[in-house]
């Protein structure tokens, strides 16, 4: 199992660009996640689904739109990209129910400028 | 709401010595509390994890964590430190949803000296 893949793992942006930010996961994971890093600020919850064609806001969802077409995918889209989105993005994945470990990709390191 | 506090932002231990990362919560009902290591440039992995079972909860590589309610505490320990432990420590408390969010303190950056 490749467990949670992201993709790309480095980006570079100018503001006002837009992109979207891959995940995918091969455990048949219901619940999908995804978290913004920023220094000395843990992690924050920006998106989270339940499953597929179910989605819903975390703590910071300005900015920020998902989908969930398939239970494997989890795709983040941010329009207009402004620098307080530089960041290192993570998206995780878990089993139902509170309690469960979630397991996290390796990240995207975004920079807007 | 549901919250947690990580006291230090910058650990340091010599190698062989006790680690101790404190995390203090706040919940309306019995929390699930977990610790994730993060290593450089990585993704983040569980160490351990509470969910109302014992209240000494052993982990991965020799870390073990104690919850207590009266101190509505839940710090993570290790006998001795290895060079290996240099590390960012993040413990988390899921919400009251079904959805398993998880609410993160800011992190503990353990460095190990030789």
């Known amino acids: 199992n490749a467990g949670v893949t992201q993709t790309p793992k480095f980006r570079i942006l100018k503001i006002g660009q837009s992109m979207t930010l891959q995940c995918t996961q091969d455990m048949n994971h219901n619940y999908m996640y995804w978290y913004r890093q920023d220094p000395g600020m843990g992690l924050k919850l920006i998106y989270y689904s339940v499953g597929a064609g179910i989605t819903d806001k975390g703590e910071v969802p300005n900015g920020y739109n998902v989908s969930r077409s398939t239970t494997e995918d989890f795709p983040l889209r941010l329009e207009l990209a402004a620098p307080s989105q530089t960041s290192v993005y993570f998206c995780a994945s878990s089993y139902p129910g509170r309690g469960n470990e979630q397991f996290f990709g390796p990240g995207t390191r975004l920079t807007v400028l | 709401?549901?919250?947690?506090?990580?006291?230090?932002?910058?650990?340091?231990?010599?190698?062989?010595?006790?680690?101790?990362?404190?995390?203090?919560?706040?919940?309306?009902?019995?929390?699930?509390?977990?610790?994730?290591?993060?290593?450089?440039?990585?993704?983040?992995?569980?160490?351990?994890?509470?969910?109302?079972?014992?209240?000494?909860?052993?982990?991965?590589?020799?870390?073990?964590?104690?919850?207590?309610?009266?101190?509505?505490?839940?710090?993570?320990?290790?006998?001795?430190?290895h060079m290996s432990d240099a590390a960012e420590y993040f413990c988390a408390v899921s919400d009251l949803t079904g959805a398993n969010n998880l609410f993160f303190g800011t992190g503990t950056r353990l460095t190990v000296i030789p």
């Open chain 2, 1 to 81: 709401a549901q919250s947690v506090t990580q006291l230090g932002s910058h650990v340091s231990v010599s190698e062989g010595a006790l680690v101790l990362l404190r995390c203090n919560y706040s919940s309306s009902v019995p929390p699930y509390l977990f610790w994730y290591v993060q290593y450089p440039n990585q993704g983040l992995q569980l160490l351990l994890k509470y969910t109302s079972a014992a209240t000494l909860v052993k982990g991965i590589n020799g870390f073990e964590a104690e919850f207590k309610k009266s101190e509505t505490s839940f710090h993570l320990t290790k006998p001795s430190a």
